[in-house]
C-alpha cells in the first residue's frame, strides 16, 4: 500500500530563555494513503506540535517529513503554502469560519486560492455541504448555525478543494456527545469513501473510534 506520509527520526526543539525543549524526540512513522489515525496523548506530549508539522504549519528542527513522497521538511515557504492548500484539508476545533461569510461562501475560501471558477467553485461547496448534510442551510451564517452543523461547514470547507489528507484537530472538542458522535459518524464515512483522515484528540473514546490510534508521550510515539 502507497505510503501517504514518511517520518524518519523527526525531532523538533523549541529554544526558551531558560531552557531547551525537545517537543518531539526522533519520530519514525508511516501512514499509508486511506488510513484513519488517531493521535492521542495528554496535554504537552507534543501531539499538537506534530500535528503542526503534519500539517506543514511548523518544520521539524531535525530529520526528515515526505508527504505523498514529497520532501517537506526544508521546503520554502511558498511552496509549503501550496502544499497545505492542494494536498491538506485542515478542520479545527474552534471550526475557524468567517462570520460574515454564508456556508457555502465559507467553503469556498480555499478554492478561490487554488484559482478555480466562480461556477465550479459553488457546484463543489454545494457538494461537498451536501455530504455533511446541510443542504438546507447553505445560505445561513455562522451565527444562525449549531456548533455541530458549524462544524459541518468546517468539514465540507476541507472536502471541497478534494485533499489527499484531511487532517482534524480536536474535531469534537468544542461539542456535547450527541454532536461529537455526529462528527465522528462523517469523518469515518470519509473514510470509507477512501479519505485518509488523521485525527489529533485528547479523548480516548475519540481516539478508539480509528483505524489505527498512535499514542505519545514526552515527544516519543509509544505504542
Do not use: W
Not at 6 to 31: G, M, P, Q
Amino acid at each position: 500500500m502507497k505510503k501517504l506520509i514518511e517520518l524518519y527520526c523527526l525531532s523538533k526543539i523549541y529554544h526558551t530563555k531558560e531552557n531547551r525543549v525537545r517537543a518531539l524526540n526522533c519520530i519514525d512513522l508511516s501512514i499509508p494513503e486511506g488510513a484513519f489515525v488517531s493521535i492521542t496523548g495528554q496535554s504537552g506530549s507534543g501531539k499538537s506540535t506534530l500535528m503542526n508539522i503534519l500539517g506543514c504549519l511548523d518544520r521539524p528542527t531535525f530529520g526528515e517529513y515526505f508527504l505523498d513522497g514529497i520532501s517537506v521538511s526544508s521546503m520554502k515557504e511558498g511552496r509549503l503554502s501550496y502544499i497545505r492548500n492542494n494536498i491538506i484539508g485542515f478542520i479545527f476545533q474552534s471550526f475557524n469560519l468567517i462570520p460574515s461569510l454564508s456556508a457555502v461562501e465559507n467553503v469556498e475560501l480555499p478554492l478561490i486560492y487554488r484559482g478555480i471558477n466562480k461556477a465550479e467553485r459553488r457546484r463543489k461547496a454545494f457538494s461537498a455541504l451536501q455530504t455533511v448534510g446541510l443542504e438546507q442551510r447553505v445560505f445561513h451564517r455562522p451565527a444562525e448555525l449549531s456548533g455541530g452543523q458549524q462544524q459541518r461547514v468546517a468539514i465540507a470547507r476541507a472536502l471541497a478543494a478534494e485533499p489527499k489528507l484531511i487532517l482534524a484537530d480536536e474535531p469534537t472538542g468544542n461539542l456535547d456527545s450527541r454532536c461529537g458522535d455526529e462528527i465522528m459518524q462523517i469523518l469515518k464515512a470519509l473514510h470509507a469513501s477512501g479519505s485518509t483522515v488523521i485525527i489529533i484528540t485528547h479523548d480516548s473514546k475519540v481516539a478508539a473510534m480509528a483505524q489505527t490510534c498512535i499514542k505519545i508521550s514526552d515527544g516519543r510515539i509509544i505504542n
